[in-house]
C-alpha cells in the first residue's frame, strides 16, 4: 500500500520536472518502485528522456526497463505511436522475451487486432503456462469485443489452476451478474467468503445477489450478510443499511 509520505515524494519530484529541475530517472524510479499508474506523466517525462540522446545514453541497460514504463503509460494513455516505437525498440533487443511478447499483445489489444493479440498469448502461454496474466488478457480481450460466455469459460479454466486469485472470482461474479446468472455469482460469493470471511464487500456483494434471487429464503439470507456487511464496516456502508430497509420491506410483502 503506498502511504502518504511516498505520495507526497512522487508529488514533489512531478513538481520538480515541470519546473525544469528535477531527475527524471529518479521520478520514474520511484513510480515504478510504488506500482503507480501516473501514466499522463510517466508518458510525458519518459519521451522527453529517451528522445535525449546524451541523457539516454547514461541510462546503461536501464534504458529497457524505462522503454518498457513508457510503453504502458503510451497504451494507458492510448498514445499508439509512442506505443509501437517502445514495443519494436523492445522486441528488437529481447526477440524471445515472454515479457516483451505480452507487451506487444496489450498493443495489439489497443489497435483492435484481437486475433493476433490472442494468438501472440496463446504462444507465450504453451512456453510459460503458470503466467495468470497473459491468461487474465485473454479474459480482456473477450470482454473488449463482448463476448461474456467465452471470457466466464476462460476465467472458469483459469481458476481450475489459481483457485485462490480472488480478484479473477470476483471478475467471474460480474460477468455473471451482467448475464443475469445470479446463481452462479452467488457460487463466486461464496468462494469469495470462504477465503476472506472479514470482507466486507464480499458480504455486500452476496447479499445483494440473494436479495436480486429473491424469495423468503434467500431474503433472510440476505438479511444476515447486510447486517455483517454494516458490522464489518462499522455501520459505514450505506447500501447495507439501505438493503437490510428494503429486505424487511419486501418480506412484509411476501408473508
Known sequence: MVGVADEMEVDRLEQELESGHG???????LVRKLKLRRSANVL???VALL???????????DVWTIYEQV????????????????????????????????????WMEAKGQWKEASAIY??????????????????????????LSEAAETLIKYLDTFMA????????????????????AAFCFEELLLAQPGNALYHLGYAEVLYTIGGVENLRTAKKYYASTIELS?????RALYGVCLRFFLLHVLI
Not at 528522445?51 to 541497460?61: D, E, Y
Not at 462499522?234 to 450505506?238: A, D, Q, R, T
Open 71 to 106: 510503453a504502458v503509460a503510451a497504451l494507458d494513455s492510448d498514445d499508439l505511436r509512442v506505443a509501437e516505437e517502445c514495443v519494436k525498440a523492445l522486441l528488437i533487443k529481447f526477440p524471445d522475451s515472454a515479457r516483451v511478447a505480452r507487451l506487444e499483445g496489450m
Open 165 to 184: 486469485d480472488h480478484e479473477a472470482w470476483r471478475e467471474l461474479a460480474n460477468i455473471y451478474i451482467s448475464q443475469q446468472m445470479y446463481k452462479q
Open 44 to 46: 510525458k517525462h519518459g
Open 122 to 147: 496463446d504462444s507465450v502461454i504453451q512456453e510459460i503456462p503458470f503466467d495468470s496474466q497473459l491468461h487474465k488478457r485473454k479474459v480482456a480481450i473477450f470482454k473488449a469485443q463482448g463476448k
Open 23 to 29: 531527475d527524471v530517472t529518479e521520478y520514474l524510479g
Open 51 to 61: 528522445n535525449n540522446p546524451s541523457a539516454k545514453s547514461k541510462l546503461g541497460t
Open 234 to 238: 462499522g455501520g459505514k456502508n450505506l
